[in-house]
């Protein structure tokens, strides 16, 4: 099992920024990935991140979002820059388990954090 818990979701105009924690309760040796959803759409991938330090990203968020780990691999970060108000969701973490053929789907993800809201306005 693996517990994860987001925060530093908030309210920020366009073109701000936040960051993104996820606090993982043990080492996870394969992908983690932050996703989001607004109400009535599917859950889509945003960034992912391998044990090895390999990195995927949605086209819509390549150049402003950055995903990392602590050294520790007991934090994953999602920095995310020049925030537009399309980016307004909420994100989720998640951890992957098994053999993983795409890093954005949410189908290969099998553990999730509760959530945290990012609102941004124009």
């Known amino acids: 099992q693996v517990q994860l818990v987001e925060s530093g979701g908030g309210s920020v105009q366009s073109g701000g920024s936040l960051r993104l924690s996820c606090a993982v309760s043990?080492?996870?040796?394969?992908?983690m990935g932050w996703f989001r959803q607004v109400p009535g759409k599917e859950r889509e991938g945003v960034a992912a991140i391998h044990s090895f330090g390999i990195t995927s990203y949605a086209d819509s968020v390549k150049d402003r979002f950055t995903i990392s780990q602590d050294n520790a691999k007991s934090t994953l970060y999602l920095q995310m820059d020049s925030l537009k108000p399309e980016d307004t969701a909420m994100y989720y973490c998640?951890?992957?388990?098994?053999?993983?053929?795409?890093?954005?789907?949410?189908?290969?993800?099998?553990?999730w954090g509760q959530g945290t809201q990012v609102t941004v306005s124009s």
């Open positions: 043990r080492y996870v040796d394969n992908w």
């Open positions: 998640a951890a992957a388990s098994g053999t993983v053929r795409s890093a954005l789907r949410e189908y290969y993800y099998t553990y």
